[in-house]
């Protein structure tokens, strides 16, 4: 999104806008008024007496309300405006936009008042793409209200925009011809709806899952979700900041599938990915679950509910697997992309499986674990049965659909994430080395819930012999004696060893797959200056031929994997090196306002003041809001054991005392505190890594 873009959220409904309201965009550009993967407005211009607006300021009220403060022409010291305009804008299922023009002046005003609205109808991946449209555009005027449409097939879409004050109307806009007495002002109310029409019929949004609610009603339903959640209180002042805007970032992106039963789970980020994302969804619940609970168990239940049943090459989907993307725009209704849904990702049926078990652990809900028996028990054998491609008892990935599939399928999924230390590109199948992690530690997990809720010890022994064989042959397959850190994949027919040093080892630590004796070389390669640039650990080393401080996934710093990185350092005992991971992360979010975006380049700390922005990050993103939550967590130590929380702060000390308070779980509420020091124990282990 360019600079000075103002944003409004909710759900997978958003709008992007310039600082004066307007929205004027290309077909590569993500502004304008998306909704369901569709774009329902990429014009939205106010002109006054055919001048435009210049904003003096813009008072972003809530992530569904903002307030743009204007003035016709162009603002300069040398003009005193006579008029001035007032964009109060909110977001539901549609936009509600108030206009209000004041007379400053000694003398009444006629005013031509002008909104020119339009619609390319764009799906969001023509947007990514900069793709043509192929069906045909409609404009009509009908009595009170403009109606912009467009049609391929059976896909119609319908933009209504009404105002609830007489109007000329034409198929550009509407126009406003006002007397205002002097001190005086005039105002209106536009109404944009976003309409399905199936069959001929149209339906409005709110009869596919979205929901009306008035900014009262929204107002109520952020204040009871930070209500709920654990109170901070810490003397670093910008912990709290970051604390709240996570919080709400994550009450942003809320999302309500119609399968959902009207219960919200993350949407992935803004504007991309305002959608159903395994992965993401995944990782967040489990960021978030010792916070917002609910958030899991939404997760769970719509994802088993989505959970692949068929063999199917176009969508990558296998019985037992757990989708990667859902979309909901014209690509997907016509088979142009393959995510409707797609299941083209070889580590979120694993993780689903975490989340369940890690779900029960923190609620005690036990009726959900024994709801989702069979889910769970389909992504194990998913594992077993169809991700082991390269027949050597490894979760692979080699995407079907060779023509819109993803090829990389582990959570750096760009082109070039995977490579040798050379910069050659491996070939497939791929097994990297945090899947196998994950499987290490769903299979674990399984067999406590199969021990302890499903009654069948048998097949827990057997999940328990099977995650102890996986780790003795991981530990042998894929570690580099002489580099001493375990290769970031093996690769291709030979299986062969790609031996970049790159983040994903970091996500081994806290699937407890890591011997006890290769621990510390593992950390000391990620605390060393080639992968940590001082605000976090990079995805890639500096050593590495595809080294890149900008590159997606080749040297950028990601939030969220640092928060697991650091949660696994804390099981493996480094409590130093995972409280200087949470110094490092949380000091970048004061550089962007408490908000983490997706990503921020991988310069190194001295070199500059603050952390460079990546250039096109999702920002919110569910997984970087998650970021500060599962920080907290593994700086004050606190795991659920049995029908207690334990606690075992290891906090850096510029942050001074800190303490969570009513942290939701089995037990009830209860608190959790610590105080900063200078010097931390550097091996207190939480327990056992082949514990919980």
Not at 283 to 311: C, D, H, K, Y
Not at 406 to 429: A, H, T, V
Request: glycine share 8%; hydrophobic share 40%.
């Amino acid at each position: 999104m360019s600079d000075g873009a103002v944003t409004l959220l909710d759900g997978n409904t958003f709008l992007v806008s310039t600082d004066s309201g307007d929205i004027e965009a290309t077909l590569a550009d993500p502004a304008g008024l998306f909704s369901f993967d569709t774009r329902y407005l990429s014009t939205w211009v106010l002109t006054v007496d055919g001048m435009r607006l210049s904003s003096l300021s813009v008072d972003d009220v809530q992530y569904f309300e903002t307030r743009f403060f204007l003035v016709p022409g162009a603002a300069t010291v040398y003009v005193n405006a006579e008029l001035s305009v007032l964009r109060h804008r909110t977001l539901s299922s549609g936009l509600v936009e108030d206009v209000t023009v004041i007379n400053h002046g000694e003398d009444p005003a006629d005013v031509c008042v002008r909104v020119d609205a339009g619609s390319d109808f764009a799906d969001l991946f023509d947007v990514k793409n900069a793709t043509a449209k192929k069906g045909t555009y409609l404009k009509r005027v009908e009595d009170d209200h403009l109606v912009l449409g467009y049609q391929r097939e059976t896909f119609h879409r319908e933009t209504v925009i009404r105002a609830n004050q007489p109007a000329q109307i034409d198929e550009h806009g509407l126009t406003f011809t006002v007397h205002i007495e002097p001190g005086q002002e005039w105002s209106t109310r536009l109404q944009v709806e976003p309409i399905f029409v199936v069959r001929g019929r149209s339906v409005p949004l709110v009869a596919r899952g979205a929901t009306t609610r008035t900014i009262d009603d929204m107002a109520a339903e952020l204040h009871r979700w930070l209500e709920q959640a654990p109170t901070l209180e810490t003397d670093w002042e910008p912990l709290k900041r970051t604390y709240q805007r996570s919080l709400t970032d994550l009450a942003a992106l809320r999302f309500r599938p119609a399968v959902g039963g009207g219960d919200s789970m993350p949407a992935a980020g803004l504007p991309w990915f305002m959608t159903m994302f395994g992965r993401d969804s995944i990782i967040t619940s489990l960021q978030t679950v010792p916070f917002l609970p609910e958030l899991a168990a939404t997760t769970i239940r719509v994802l088993a509910r989505w959970q692949g049943s068929n063999i199917d090459d176009f969508r990558d989907e296998d019985p037992g697997r757990i989708l990667h993307e859902i979309r909901y725009g014209e690509t997907a209704a016509f088979g142009e992309q393959p995510h409707s849904p797609y299941y083209g990702t070889a580590d979120a049926t694993a993780l689903f499986v975490i989340l369940l078990d890690e779900y029960e652990r923190w609620s005690g809900d036990a009726t959900t674990v024994r709801q989702f028996e069979h889910a769970a028990r389909a992504a194990i054998t998913w594992i077993d049965e169809y991700a082991d491609l390269m027949g050597n008892g490894y979760v692979s990935y080699q995407r079907r659909n060779e023509q819109t599939g993803l090829e990389n399928q582990c959570w750096k999924d760009s082109l070039d994430s995977i490579s040798y230390r050379d910069g050659r590109l491996p070939g497939f199948p791929r097994a990297t080395c945090e899947l196998q992690g994950y499987t290490y530690d769903a299979k674990r997990r399984a067999a406590r819930l199969a021990r302890q809720f499903w009654n069948d010890p048998d097949y827990a022994a057997r999940l328990e012999r099977d995650a102890a064989d996986l780790k003795r042959r991981f530990n042998r397959d894929f570690w580099l004696e002489d580099r001493q850190y375990y290769a970031v994949a093996l690769a291709g027919p030979g299986a062969d060893r790609v031996d970049a040093l790159s983040s994903n080892i970091g996500h081994l630590l806290g699937s407890g797959i890591v011997d006890e004796d290769k621990a510390e070389a593992v950390v000391t390669h990620l605390m060393s200056p080639a992968m940590y640039s001082g605000w976090g650990v990079r995805t890639l080393a500096t050593t590495e031929r595809r080294y890149n401080p900008v590159g997606y996934h080749i040297g950028t710093v990601w939030p969220f994997e640092n928060s697991f990185i650091a949660w696994g350092l804390r099981r493996y005992g480094f409590n130093e090196e995972a409280a200087r991971i949470a110094s490092g992360i949380l000091d970048a979010a004061t550089y962007f306002q408490g908000r983490l975006p997706e990503a921020f380049a991988g310069y190194p700390r001295e070199r500059t003041r603050y952390p460079v922005e990546y250039p096109t990050a999702c920002s919110p993103q569910a997984w970087s809001s998650g970021t500060p939550l599962l920080l907290l967590r593994t700086m004050l130590g606190i795991e659920p054991v049995d029908e207690n929380m334990v606690t075992n702060p290891a906090i850096p000390a510029h942050i001074g005392h800190l303490q969570l308070l009513d942290i939701p779980g089995r037990w009830g509420y209860i608190d959790a505190y610590g105080r900063g020091r200078d010097r931390l124990t550097h091996r207190r282990r939480m327990g056992p890594p082949d514990q919980k």
